[in-house]
């Protein structure tokens, strides 16, 4: 598992609880770039794939197909009509890719604090991608598994078999809102129990990452990040701490759903950065306790490979 990050870690720390750095021993790379810089929108690299990931600050870019997102686990093919929908997904052969991608460079979605998964598999004569938007109700609605088993029955359909698929699938999570800053209460904790119950009627190992799956959806639990959930509620003038409240990490919740799901961790990368308080990011959340405009979003893109 890696993960990147642009920014110094002794002002914005990466804040991953002791476990799951102890489970997945993840890498982690410095980025000598700002990837959301909108005049140079520098494409950040999958790794081991042709395909990369731009980032845009409130409008896309052109030659985007998009979806009209609404905290849903509908995943749709992409389309010029933008589908009501919270994933798109497109497969196109390489060697006559352009009746599929229709003039377009990406797919995208549009965030704030949620979540941005990208998913590409390449091998010599298929692309196959897709990206995801998840909050805490998609995420735990199976938006994720939704589009796993979207892209199982499309690589079937052309010649690939699960397993192939699965070990050759790479998933790129994009910055989302961290565990430290998200105080959720006992509705999404209820969710989320629900979501884990799910995950173990698909998979059997999902029973041995139970004491993890249950650390992610609340990371107060964790001893050292207990003291900079207290830091941040009182710094931005929140709750204190109440029995009920969760503390989800979204981006790490997403990584072990999709190691649980069957992709390998070293095909898992993580852009470790955290839209609230961020420099160049926008969170709702953040918008909303500072009283500030809470119009602006982010765009994740999957660029197709160049051909």
């Known amino acids: 598992m890696h993960f ?15 476990a799951f750095i102890k489970e997945f021993k993840p890498s982690v790379e ?75 460079k990406y797919l995208s979605i549009r965030t704030a604090d949620c979540l941005a998964i990208v998913f590409v598999f390449e091998n010599a004569e298929y692309f196959i991608g897709a990206i995801t938007h998840a909050g805490w109700r998609g995420f735990t609605q199976g938006i994720i598994q939704n589009t ?78 207990s003291d900079i959930v207290q830091s941040h509620l009182l710094k931005n003038q929140q709750s204190i701490i109440i029995p009920g409240k969760i503390f989800p990490d979204l981006q790490l919740l997403a990584a072990l759903e999709g190691y649980i799901s069957g992709i390998p961790s070293e095909n898992i990368e993580i852009l470790r950065e955290n839209t609230y308080s961020h420099p160049c990011l926008f969170s709702y959340r953040e918008a909303s306790h500072k009283k500030t405009n809470s119009g602006h979003r982010q765009w994740t893109h999957l660029c197709f490979p160049a051909l």
Do not use: W
């Not at 870690?9 to 804040?15: G, I």
């Not at 892209?151 to 430290?180: D, T, W, Y």
């Not at 979501?195 to 698909?202: A, D, E, Q, V, Y």
């Open 4 to 18: 990147l990050s642009h920014l110094g870690s002794n002002h914005y720390p990466l804040h991953i609880p002791d």
């Open 30 to 104: 410095k980025i000598s770039f700002n990837p959301f810089q909108n005049e140079k929108n520098i494409a950040v690299k999958i790794n081991s794939c042709k395909s990369s990931v731009r980032y845009s600050l409130n409008e896309a870019l052109t030659h985007s197909f998009m979806v009209k997102a609404f905290h849903s686990n509908i995943i749709a093919r992409a389309a010029e009509n933008s589908p009501a929908a919270d994933a798109h997904y497109i497969v196109a052969p390489l060697r006559n890719s352009t009746p599929i991608f229709q003039g377009k």
């Open 148 to 225: 796993i088993e979207r892209l199982i029955l499309e690589a079937n359909s052309i010649g690939i078999s699960k397993s192939n698929l699965l070990n050759g699938l790479h998933i790129h999570i994009a910055p989302a809102i961290f565990g430290v800053s998200y105080e959720c209460g006992a509705d999404v904790a209820a969710a989320f129990m629900q979501h884990f119950n799910l995950l173990t009627s698909k998979f059997s190992n999902a029973i041995n990452y139970q004491e993890l799956y249950q650390l992610l959806t609340n990371v107060q639990q964790d001893t050292f990040l």
